[in-house]
């Protein structure tokens, strides 16, 4: 199994463009989500989805959007990026939200913003 | 709600050593806890969880953890510790959504 996988692993935007970060797992997860990993400031939630056609926002879901048409795939777009968007971005999957499954993170994608 | 909180942002033992990497909680209701490493350059890695049950819980890589009711404490232990340990550490709550601490960085000199 391949698990959960992130494309690009690197990117640098120049201020106002946009891109997609990629998300694909293979283990049938319902749930998946997006973080967002900031030097001493641990993980934040950006988007996540309990389900193809769910989706809801997290603590700073400003900048971002994202879309969920299929259980395998949550991608992550940011349509004008800026400098405070320079991040390492993760992307996890857990089969359903009781609290007894632990995550399966992908590998990160690490965001540069100039 | 439930929220996690690291006191250290750094350990350093000597190899050999015991390890203990400190994590408190707050919550109302059950708390569900867990714990992952994160070597540099890589996604988080699951290490232990706690739900209900025993309060020391064993993990992968010889890790447990040590859930503290009266403490709202859920502290990370190895007996011995390796260079190989030297990483960064996040303690995480499960309300719905997973919140993260800001994440310890262990450091093991041989």
């Known amino acids: 199994n391949a698990g959960v996988t992130q494309t690009p692993k690197f990117r640098i935007l120049k201020i106002g463009q946009s891109m997609t970060l990629q998300c694909t797992q293979d283990?049938?997860?319902?749930?998946m989500y997006w973080y967002r990993q900031d030097p001493g400031m641990g993980l934040k939630l950006i988007y996540y989805?309990?389900?193809?056609?769910?989706?809801d926002k997290g603590e700073v879901p400003n900048g971002y959007n994202v879309s969920r048409s299929t259980t395998e795939d949550f991608p992550l777009r940011l349509e004008l990026a800026a400098p405070s968007q320079t991040s390492v971005y993760f992307c996890?999957?857990?089969?359903?939200?009781?609290?007894?499954?632990?995550?399966?993170f992908g590998s990160g994608t690490r965001l540069t913003v100039v | 709600a439930q929220s996690v909180a690291q006191p250290e942002d750094q350990v350093n033992v000597a190899e050999g050593n015991p390890l203990t990497v400190k994590c408190t909680y707050s919550v109302s209701g059950n708390p569900y806890l867990f714990w992952y490493v994160q070597y540099p350059n890589r996604g988080l890695q699951f290490l232990l969880k706690y739900i209900t049950g025993d309060n020391l819980v064993k993990g992968s890589y010889g890790f447990e953890a040590e859930f503290n009711k009266s403490q709202t404490s859920f502290h990370l232990k190895k007996p011995s510790a390796l260079v190989s340990d030297s990483a960064l550490y996040f303690c995480?709550?499960?309300?719905?959504?997973?919140?993260f601490g800001a994440g310890t960085t262990v450091t093991v000199r041989a």
């Open positions: 283990m049938n997860h319902n749930y």
């Open positions: 996890a999957s857990t089969p359903e939200r009781t609290s007894n499954y632990g995550y399966t």
């Open positions: 995480a709550g499960n309300d719905y959504k997973l919140s």
């Open positions: 989805s309990v389900g193809a056609g769910i989706t």
